[in-house]
């Protein structure tokens, strides 16, 4: 298998390479994004086939150092997010070819370039197989989305650009490299291990600093108050937001705390020590606060990207609680979430190309004259609200089993305020498209463009079906918390 890894890294490289020869034939530009796209998720696919039947496929390709390899190595939680960065590459792909066209978006190829380097990054991130493969992956993934964030090259634009390369990179550099850098000089390796590689290394104090390094130096988790570049990239067009906040930029975050809190500490030295309860408040306090700034935004994608960072937030706490609900209730919100956050940014897409609106306050009536639009938003807001039958149910339920077992009702309590408050500011969106009156008229049915609407109805329909499927996602990474290692 290999080859079969070499060849879920290569290929969104070797579409971005050759993206550019079709610059002048959008049509042969976007059929071959998309063949890249699915050979690439056919390609993690047979590797997630490969973990089921016992095996861990590996690759090395350089070392760097002796014992310092840019190396690739596959397990369950990695497997989870190497699907979701393939899977809805091709899935938002689809999406972008309506939105570029229907919006009249200039530099298309650089997007559509830009775009699978970021992909290749975010699968790079995932199958890591050590610290240091992990940090330039993560690296790669910030440079390759900025010229996507300062798309449109406006002046406000290229302020959100950058705070976005200003807040990742400072973070990245100044604590997450720190970190490593202390860690490899604790442990002696950067690799990630069963039990964590710290464990009986560090006492809790020391790995108090060192998971506050690891936490806010991965500044894609978007932990308050590292949060700011998150709403300045909502200038980027919506493909590009769904990019951040679903498909990879965002998630690698959290997948980067979530591996880090399991591979390289140990849930049993979090647990043991109480090094990690102050991560649980830091948690708590950013899922409810984003969730009471998103009530005050009117622009949508502003008040979709906040309650990002509140969703991010859950997966935070689910690794700091160290234990299983926790931990597989945190890293199955990672699937539950890109499904629903990605189906609410792709309707915003299609509102602004169908009817030119932007604002929560312009919204009504709009769900007369987008009915399909507007129901795929309201089950992507029920699946981040978490409320059955959607995906996010089952993840917002073991979180809350997770807060239980750590016998923190505090916990339990902002678990369910932040619930709340997503009711707040999803659903009144959909009741004031449906029951209010449109301001300029009803103007009768007028749905996005296809190819904007068929992503975001697949996409509302995964959301139902992570539901009832659950019970094989739960199985996939119930090993992680048990053990740490690939089953």
Not at 248 to 271: C, E, H, N
Request: charge should be positive.
């Amino acid at each position: 298998m290999t080859g079969t890894l070499a060849a879920a890294l290569a290929l969104p490289l070797a579409g971005a390479l050759a993206t550019p020869l079709f610059a002048r034939r959008p049509n042969l530009r976007e059929t071959w994004t998309l063949g890249v796209a699915a050979a690439t998720f056919v390609a993690v696919c047979r590797i997630g086939l490969a973990l089921g039947a016992g095996v861990r496929p590996e690759l090395e390709l350089l070392e760097v150092v002796p014992g310092l390899a840019l190396a690739f190595a596959v397990e369950p939680l990695g497997l989870l997010f190497g699907l979701l960065a393939s899977g809805l590459w091709f899935v938002t792909t689809l999406y972008s070819i309506g939105y570029m066209r229907g919006h009249g978006e200039g530099h298309q190829t650089r997007f559509y370039t830009c775009f699978a380097v970021a992909i290749a990054a975010a699968i790079g991130v995932a199958f890591a197989r050590n610290l240091f493969t992990l940090f330039v992956c993560y690296e790669l993934l910030t440079l390759s989305t900025y010229p996507l964030v300062t798309h449109h090259g406006t002046d406000r634009a290229m302020r959100a650009g950058r705070v976005y390369l200003g807040v990742l990179l400072t973070t990245s550099i100044g604590l997450l490299l720190l970190a490593i850098v202390w860690t490899y000089e604790i442990a002696g390796t950067l690799e990630f291990r069963t039990g964590g590689i710290l464990a009986g290394r560090v006492d809790g104090a020391e790995a108090a600093v060192l998971l506050g390094l690891y936490a806010f130096g991965t500044g894609k988790a978007a932990l308050m108050p590292f949060h700011r570049w998150l709403p300045a990239a909502m200038v980027a067009p919506t493909p590009v937001s769904a990019l951040l906040h679903a498909v990879a930029v965002v998630k690698a975050g959290v997948f980067t705390v979530m591996k880090v809190a399991v591979y390289v500490f140990g849930l049993d030295l979090l647990r043991d020590t109480g090094s990690a309860t102050w991560l649980t408040w830091v948690a708590a306090v950013t899922l409810v606060g984003a969730s009471l700034v998103a009530l005050t935004r009117d622009n949508l994608k502003a008040r979709l990207a906040y309650s990002t960072v509140s969703q991010l937030a859950y997966v935070v706490l689910g690794a700091a609680l160290a234990n299983a609900a926790g931990v597989v209730g945190g890293s199955m919100h990672i699937a539950m979430h890109a499904f629903g956050k990605i189906t609410l940014f792709f309707c915003a897409g299609a509102i602004a190309v169908a009817a030119h609106k932007t604002e929560v306050s312009q919204m009504r009536g709009i769900g007369r004259r987008m009915p399909v639009t507007t129901l795929a938003f309201l089950v992507g807001s029920l699946s981040v609200i978490g409320l059955p039958p959607l995906g996010g149910a089952w993840s917002k339920w073991l979180l809350v089993l997770g807060a239980a077992d750590a016998g923190s009702a505090v916990l339990v309590g902002a678990l369910l305020l932040s619930s709340l408050l997503n009711v707040g500011y999803l659903i009144p969106i959909v009741a004031r498209g449906f029951f209010l009156p449109a301001d300029d008229g009803d103007g009768g049915v007028h749905e996005a463009p296809l190819l904007c609407l068929v992503p975001l109805c697949l996409t509302a329909t995964a959301s139902v079906a992570l539901f009832f499927g659950a019970d094989r996602l739960y199985d996939l990474l119930a090993p992680i918390a048990a053990t740490g290692v690939a089953p």
